[in-house]
């Protein structure tokens, strides 16, 4: 069975599942199972479709973030990219069993992926007019024969030109798509995956538009349907990639977490200051990023790295440079902190409902240098903001600009074959579960780094190769392996 993985970046359940009006992916939904997805922790687009890739938590890759500290030094930060993870993902297992594989946008896709096959970069490629981002080399100048300059992101998608933001997101994912169905028709292939980043881009900029409860909502406004419009974008690009397949195709379409309206911004670091957790030699007189910020290491025990979610880290003696945690004391200060974070309220005085994980409580291994917490405010109805000099910790602007939503603990999944024997709504499916199900429906074997589970697991999959020998295969076997003397 050949495989295609359609990546709908940030998509959500409650508007894939619920309009009538996506034809096409309401015929796969009919035709086989969907669901609610739940995400990994954090729910955020690096690590999660490497996640959902290799079936392992970000924990056990080693990667918390597009950014993550390299070493316990204090400006030790790195970007993450294709580079950063070695473990064995669905399409390198397709590639050992001799099969090829089309990869087109899957972040982290630069440099572009050497694999047995054909990759195209993601919206991490600085420049596809200079850069090289595909593999091979020359197919870049393929694609801009095609489609002109290859567009992998919408530079400055948070902005407050809105007419302008809709049309460059609709002309980027029409290119995109132009650029799979060439791929799909051009390219011999087993497995083919492609991740559509516009409708985050989409979500992010217009979900106070489009959401009646989002605290900035105007009702009748001119943005009001542009979300559900763009959805019905997606589904007719569906349509005209299912056109393409034969009845001997996995189609699945995924996404690696989903959007929740954006109550606010939490200023984490602004909060660790007046906790006395964080000490400045000098606080600042405008609102200045935390890597600008004139620290006192010698009297800090915490701080933060912003963005969706809260990365926090410990000021650990012995492991940072100028720590001043004594590591006997590490645990019980851990629980302290992790408390107060739970604690936290919103600016009327209710708790938010802040959830606060530990790493080796929340993955499978911890690997590389992990934060000492990870906090999502509110469950994540608000963003951690890590920026100081705001005159209060909840505010209503955005420090990387205008921003509607944050991510959703939960994406969404609809997947067919004529071999699927699910059927109807799935619940309790996880993004690791995805990489297993799909090799299994494939034919392929599972490798034993895999954490997830198939979802088919145990069910009669008719097209799927046997488990092993059957009793009379197993004989022949064995009468063969005595006879050369492997057994006694």
């Known amino acids: 069975m050949k495989i295609l993985v359609i990546g709908l970046d940030c998509a959500t359940p409650e508007l894939l599942f619920s309009d009538e009006r996506l034809t096409n992916l309401r015929r796969l939904m009919e035709a086989g199972c969907y669901g609610r997805l739940e995400s990994v922790i954090p729910p955020i687009t690096v690590p999660a479709w490497m996640c959902m890739a290799t079936s392992q938590d970000p924990g056990s890759l080693g990667v918390y973030g597009f950014r993550n500290r390299v070493d316990h030094s204090y400006d030790g930060l790195g970007i993450v990219n294709s580079r950063s993870f070695s473990e064995l993902a669905i399409w390198d297992q397709v590639a050992r069993e001799g099969k090829r594989s089309v990869v087109v946008g899957v972040p982290p896709a630069y440099p572009p992926r050497k694999l047995n096959g054909v990759s195209v970069g993601c919206f991490l490629t600085p420049d596809t007019s200079k850069d090289i981002y595909t593999h091979p080399a020359d197919l870049g100048n393929a694609i ?56 985050d881009r989409m979500q992010h900029g217009f979900w106070k538009h489009h959401d009646p409860e989002h605290v900035h909502h105007e009702p009748g406004n001119p943005y009001q349907n542009i979300i559900r419009d763009y959805y019905r974008h997606l589904d007719e690009e569906i349509g005209r990639v299912l056109e393409l397949l034969t009845d001997d195709t996995v189609v699945l379409v995924v996404s690696d977490h989903g959007a929740r309206k954006l109550d606010g911004g939490f200023c984490v670091n602004e909060w660790l200051i007046r906790e006395g957790l964080l000490v400045l030699n000098q606080y600042p007189e405008k609102v200045t990023p935390f890597s600008k910020l004139d620290v006192n290491w010698d009297k800090t025990r915490v701080w933060s790295e912003g963005g969706y979610y809260a990365r926090v880290f410990f000021n650990v003696k012995g492991r940072e440079p100028k720590g001043i945690i004594e590591p006997t004391e590490y645990e019980r200060f851990r629980d302290e902190i992790k408390a107060r974070f739970e604690a936290t309220t919103d600016p009327g005085g209710n708790r938010l409902g802040t959830l606060v994980f530990k790493p080796e409580e929340a993955f499978r291994n911890v690997r590389n240098v992990a934060p000492d917490l990870i906090v999502h405010f509110g469950a994540l109805a608000w963003r951690s903001v890590g920026g100081v000099g705001y005159p209060t910790i909840h505010v209503q602007e955005n420090d990387t600009g205008p921003d509607d939503c944050n991510h959703a603990q939960f994406g969404s999944f609809v997947l067919a074959s004529s071999n699927n024997p699910l059927q109807g709504e799935i619940q309790g499916a996880h993004l690791l579960d995805i990489a297993p199900t799909l090799l299994e429906l494939g034919g392929y074997d599972l490798p034993a780094s895999m954490q997830g589970r198939s979802l088919v697991s145990g069910l009669e999959v008719s097209a799927a190769p046997p488990a092993g020998y059957s009793a009379a295969e197993e004989e022949v076997v064995r009468d063969r392996l005595s006879g050369l003397g492997y057994i006694g």
């Open 144 to 199: 801009n024969t095609l489609v002109g300059p290859y567009p992998v992101d919408v530079k400055g998608f948070r902005t407050d030109n809105k007419d302008w933001l809709g049309k460059t997101v609709l002309d980027m994912s029409r290119k995109q798509f132009e650029v799979v169905r060439h791929l799909m028709k051009n390219t011999d292939w087993d497995y083919f995956q492609f991740v559509e980043i516009g409708l």
